[in-house]
């Protein structure tokens, strides 16, 4: 099997306008260095502010959600690795990863934990000063944990995150810890115009 990585994402990534589009530049940058082919895929259209993929040597591919048309894409891609943009995306298209591509890596880059944040902000509404277990028995809960156990491996943004996981039982094995920082220089800082003496990077 060759060295490739389809990535599939909600939309696609806006660097100049979210942090979510920085991870996931940052991301690419690090299986583009481990000489991985990329592929990004989504069932989203462009806009003005979706980075030009194609200028770091990505292909980009459109793909239909519930259309069998999918199966055929992922059996004969039959890449090394599927990443999945946040759990949405893994839900939505794991299941066919694991069936017509049972040999691909399926990795879930959460971003941050969506169930956490949603945690938070009702926290912080409800004037609490400490968090609370009780405020993860929620729908989004209960997807996002679902999402994470049946991926081979998901990328967690904070030792705090993994803590919180493993308290809540998932297996430390199918965590792993790398934060949003820029442990290394990608390639396209020009281009999306961020100046990298902004950012301190711990060693």
């Known amino acids: 099997m060759s060295k490739q990585l389809l990535c599939i994402g909600q939309v696609y990534p806006e660097p100049a306008s979210s942090a979510a589009g920085i991870r996931l530049l940052q991301l690419f940058d690090l299986f583009l260095d481990y000489g991985y082919e990329i592929i990004f895929a989504t069932t ?43 759990f949405i995306s893994e839900e939505q298209f794991g299941w066919r990863v694991e069936k017509y591509s049972p040999k691909s890596l399926r990795i879930l880059d959460t971003e941050d934990l969506h169930f956490l944040r949603m945690a938070r902000q009702k926290t ?42 493993i308290n809540l039982g998932v297996n430390s094995s199918l965590l ?28």
């Open 44 to 86: 989203s259209s462009r806009s003005q502010y979706s980075h030009p993929l194609e200028n770091l040597g990505i292909s980009t591919v459109s793909i239909k959600l519930n259309d069998s048309s999918f199966d055929s894409f992922i059996k004969d891609l039959n890449p090394s690795i599927v990443l999945f943009d946040r």
């Open 124 to 165: 912080a509404i409800r004037k609490y000063n400490k968090f609370s277990k009780d405020f993860l028995n929620s729908d989004v809960a209960k997807r996002e944990l679902a999402s994470i156990m049946r991926s081979d491996l998901s990328l967690i943004i904070s030792e705090v995150e993994i803590e919180i996981l």
């Open 176 to 203: 792993f810890y790398i934060p949003f920082i820029f442990l290394f220089l990608p390639r396209h800082w020009r281009a999306i115009g961020v100046n990298k003496e902004r950012f301190s990077v711990d060693s």
